[in-house]
């Protein structure tokens, strides 16, 4: 089968035998995967000592071909999307909620990668990652599940709960990229006022399209940090209230040195960072994308597997908004 792997600094779509499902878990043949901005920056940043460890794609959509599982939900032929890690729920970052730190996360992952034709999940995936989907959606709709979770996660983590009334709250999303997007769509499903801005025009215009719009003259009580720029810093201590809450969602590559010592101490500012979801987060959202909460309709652009290349760099150019890989 194929699969894509980065070998001397290059994307190569490489032959290798299909997985084997030697114990507990299933095969899942890939319908698509979407391209992520970690994979972006797995790419940029890969050498020759770690492009070994490195795995491409995550945000996966297929259909199970086999399964060996006392867990009931899953057959043969269900359509699923899937996360790539879960955690042990034991150790004592579980025990403080912080699931993404936990070593057992860390480790986990699907094989050989989320680019291959085919992939081996271990039966914690099919308890705690994956979900079946609805067939109403088209694929690359069903591929948003786990970037769609890791907006849900930082939403948590600002303090916001779903069902509960969160309208007297407004929500600036700094960066308007696929991410940005979604974390907008999310929020509205929380019932949080959502408003983004992006330098670039054209990404706002999109965003506008959504039904989301900028206030120049307005101050929002939590601000998400969705933009990989030290400049996104600035314009969030610009309009984030006194007392309010900053969401770091994302990294830079420049050497700025963060947010000012004072600026957080007198202002009362919370600086709040989220990485990854739970699979509670998960869950919710396979909710919200099976029951059209959050719609994630035409925003990605489609590929095949042999021009997985040409997707990374037309996605390092910003010459498209989201890639999704059909496989």
Do not use: W
Request: a positive charge; charged letters at 25%; proline letters at 2%.
């Amino acid at each position: 089968m194929k699969y894509a792997k980065l070998k001397n600094g290059n994307i190569e779509i490489l032959n290798c035998e299909k997985p084997a499902l030697n114990s507990k878990g299933a095969i899942i043949k890939v319908l698509g995967c979407g391209l992520c901005g970690s994979d972006l920056v797995k790419i940029k940043h890969a050498n020759k000592e770690n492009e070994d460890k490195i795995v491409l794609g995550h945000e996966v959509v297929g259909i199970i071909e086999e399964i060996n599982s006392d867990i009931s939900d899953y057959k043969k032929g269900d359509i699923v999307a899937l996360g790539h890690h879960y955690p042990c729920f034991n150790c004592e970052f579980c025990k403080n909620k912080s699931y993404s730190m936990c070593r057992t996360f860390k480790q986990s992952n699907i094989f050989p990668a989320g680019f291959a034709q085919y992939i081996r999940v271990d039966d914690n995936h099919l308890k705690y990652t994956v979900y079946k989907m609805n067939t109403n959606l088209k694929n690359d709709e069903m591929a948003f599940l786990e970037p769609l979770s890791c907006c849900i996660r930082a939403i948590e983590r600002a303090g916001f709960k779903y069902k509960e009334d969160n309208s007297k709250h407004s929500a600036l999303v700094i960066g308007l990229g696929s991410i940005g997007l979604l974390m907008m769509k999310a929020l509205k499903a929380f019932g949080v006022n959502a408003y983004g801005y992006d330098i670039s025009q054209a990404r706002q215009e999109l965003a506008k399209n959504h039904g989301f719009s900028f206030i120049e003259n307005k101050k929002y009580d939590t601000v998400f940090l969705t933009a990989g720029h030290s400049k996104t810093i600035e314009t969030a201590l610009k309009y984030v209230i006194d007392g309010g809450k900053i969401i770091v969602f994302s990294s830079i590559e420049d050497d700025f040195k963060g947010f000012s010592n004072n600026e957080i101490y007198y202002r009362e500012l919370s600086i709040i960072s989220s990485y990854s979801p739970a699979p509670s987060d998960i869950k919710l959202s396979a909710e919200f994308l099976n029951e059209n909460k959050v719609n994630v309709k035409n925003l990605s652009t489609h590929y095949k597997l042999d021009n997985l290349a040409s997707a990374v760099d037309d996605s390092f150019k910003n010459k498209i908004f989201k890639a999704y890989i059909e496989i």
